[in-house]
């Protein structure tokens, strides 16, 4: 009985040590693919450094060519308009369709221009100013007639309340004196009715 059981125990561990190894082996297998992969973007990742390295050095080196050639063409148009300033001016104005003046005559024409917008505030202070005063006029008058138009309404149904209150104190007299005239007439009745009955009364004692 001992034999068998330990036999048991001895396939049971094996079995247990084989999916142990098993899981070892899938568990390597999957770490050296992953290191495989991590390699891989690595070198990418180096690659890509490198590329961009060569393509930082290649814009420097574009800048620098341009700097240097802007700087040439700066001496060359510095040379050019020394040696020939005014010819040089002159046609760069004419290709933009412009004109030199001297600056006396710059000053003239901005003091003109000055004198005319100046001129030109005055009078547009002047036409509003006119402007105003027209429609302040034309305000106030309004006004004025809509107040006597609220006067004369105002009147008029002050004319007619008073009119309304007149007759409705009349009829508040009307139905006192009716009411005072119901209260007359049954009082009247009651009295001819205690009458009636007490004639009714004296009749039949005497019958008796």
């Known amino acids: 009985m001992a034999k068998t059981t330990a036999k048991k125990a001895s396939q049971s561990t094996e079995i247990v040590l084989g999916q142990a190894a098993q899981q070892i082996a899938k568990g390597v297998s999957e770490l050296k693919s992953a290191s495989e992969t991590i390699a891989q973007l690595v070198q990418a990742s180096e690659d890509l450094s490198l590329q961009v390295a060569n393509k930082e050095t290649a814009i420097a080196d574009l800048d620098i ?8 063409k700066e001496v060359e148009l510095e040379l ?82 008073n009119a309304l209150v007149d007759k409705n104190t009349l009829l508040e007299s009307q139905v006192t004196k009716l ?6 007439e049954r009082a009247a009745s009651i009295e001819r ?11 039949s004692g005497a019958g008796k």
């Open 65 to 72: 060519q341009f700097t240097e050639k802007a700087r040439q």
């Open 80 to 161: 050019n308009f020394k040696a020939n300033s005014e010819r040089v001016v002159n046609e760069f104005l004419a290709a933009n369709g412009k004109t030199s003046i001297s600056k006396a005559d710059l000053a003239n024409i901005q003091k003109e221009l000055a004198d005319t917008k100046a001129n030109a505030d005055a009078e547009t202070k002047k036409a509003v100013a006119a402007a105003t005063a027209s429609l302040k006029a034309q305000y106030e008058s309004e006004i004025k007639l809509m107040q006597s138009e609220n006067k004369a309404v105002g009147a008029e149904n002050t004319a007619k309340l």
């Open 193 to 203: 009715a205690k009458a009636g009955s007490v004639g009714s009364i004296n009749v």
């Open 179 to 184: 009411y005072q005239q119901l209260d007359a």
